[in-house]
């Protein structure tokens, strides 16, 4: 069985189901919601009906005390690829104290009043999951637009 090329991910394909766990690849929509499959190894689908809280990770954001009020969820995921690679450190065995000081680490700037240890978890999971499974999401935007005009290059070279 020959295998074809890994599809590249962005992360406004990427959805959040409150309830589900894990992370989606957006499909398509349906009649009655979204088509979704998990970005696991078994790539099962499912279809997020309109009473499902469906979030997409490009829309999300964590609170922050600065001007802006808040930071895109790519850049915090960016910073905790460009800061600890593989390993972050933290499981949900991790203290309320060492999962804040985390995103301390990451966000010095991030509002201690809005942002909860729970959301700082969910982050940390989903950095895990989009690492194994999509790594190329947590490239930064001119890593990433300067690996698309290389390949495009490389592609013409080629015709």
Avoid at 70 to 93: M, R
Wanted: glycine share 6%; net charge negative.
């Amino acid at each position: 069985m020959k295998k074809g090329k890994k599809e590249i991910m962005e992360l406004n394909e990427i959805a959040s189901v409150t309830g589900k766990g894990g992370l989606f690849k957006v499909l398509k929509p349906s009649r009655t919601g979204v088509i979704l499959e998990s970005l696991d190894d078994k790539k099962k689908k499912l279809i997020a009906h309109a009473h499902d809280r469906v979030s997409i990770l490009d829309e999300i954001s964590v609170y922050t005390t600065d001007a802006e009020g808040n930071v895109p969820l790519h850049t915090v995921l960016v910073k905790i690829k460009e800061e600890f690679g593989d390993d972050t450190g933290i499981d949900n065995n991790s203290s309320k104290e060492e999962i804040m000081s985390f995103l301390k680490h990451i966000l010095p700037n991030y509002d201690e009043n809005q942002v909860y240890p729970s959301d700082v978890k969910k982050i940390i999971s989903w950095y895990e999951i989009i690492l194994k499974e999509a790594p190329e999401v947590l490239e930064n935007k001119t890593e990433k637009t300067e690996k698309k005009s290389k390949k495009e290059k490389e592609d013409k070279a080629e015709k």
